[in-house]
């Protein structure tokens, strides 16, 4: 069951160039096993753990009242990511992710959201370097959690750099062609600065590009909520608490 809304807040940080300013000179790397594009900082959590508490109410403020409400969670990510373009051609498939969900494997109840602040002050074209959601639309794959084991390998080996061939990369395109055919677009959030997008954790999405055509880094600040426990209502459930 879903209990939290797709959510959509304009001007989010008060001060969000000394955020951004801070995220720049934090340090950065790339995922050993290329399970994610770009590079990534460490958790807030053992950066600066003051900020990440205070991001986590922030945050957490859109869908309760901290003053009344009283809630806990098993895990909490945050971090700041860069990323770019991985071809000229800014429309090229390869340049968005593969459409998937924020969950991982293993006997847990997931019940928690995912989320995207976007950072960079200047964009080339905002509509296209955002963040979509999308429905299934081939019912053979409604029961599956994310990409299968094969697309999978095949993704995590393009950010890795190793896919270079033409015979492969044309394999990596017909691939991730395929899998965005089981899908409709819902929405598209463009890409604003100081714009945060949140999303529940088992709601298909994709960056829509690795890039923002300026020649800079495109700089996001991304969490990820697992395991909400709450002790009144979720949002959904106090939205559904009527007739109507």
């Known amino acids: 069951m879903i209990n939290f809304p797709v959510i959509c807040c304009d001007d989010f940080f008060q001060q969000p160039d000394l955020i951004r300013e801070w995220l720049l ?4 790397k790339s995922t050993s096993n290329g399970i994610h594009n770009g590079t990534r900082t460490d958790n807030f959590f053992d950066i600066n753990r003051e900020f990440h508490n ?7 403020s859109l869908y309760f009242n901290l003053e009344y409400d009283f809630l806990n969670w098993e895990t909490l990510s945050t971090c700041a990511t860069r990323s770019s373009h991985y071809v000229e051609e800014k429309n090229d498939i390869r340049n968005r992710s593969w459409i998937h969900k924020d969950m991982e494997s293993g006997p847990i ?5 995912a989320g995207i602040i976007y950072l960079n002050k200047e964009v080339e074209d905002n509509d296209e370097c955002g963040t979509s959601l999308f429905e299934i639309s081939d019912k053979s794959i409604e029961h599956m959690e994310d990409l299968s084991y094969e697309d999978s ?3 995590k080996q393009f950010h890795l750099g190793h896919i270079k061939e033409k015979k492969s990369l044309d394999t990596y395109i017909i691939r991730q ?16 600065y100081n714009r945060i997008v949140i999303f529940p954790l088992d709601m298909w999405h994709r960056i829509d590009n690795f ?4 020649g800079e880094d495109r700089l996001t600040l991304n969490f990820w909520f697992r395991n909400i426990y709450e002790i009144s209502k979720f949002p959904i459930e106090r939205v559904n608490n009527g007739i109507l």
């Open 25 to 28: 000179s934090l340090e950065y």
């Open 54 to 60: 205070k991001l986590a109410e922030k945050i957490c």
């Open 109 to 113: 109840i997931w019940n928690g959201f």
């Open 153 to 155: 390998e095949l993704k």
């Open 177 to 192: 062609t395929e899998w965005e055919s089981k899908f409709k677009r819902s929405i598209c959030f463009a890409n604003y």
């Open 211 to 214: 890039g923002v055509g300026t």
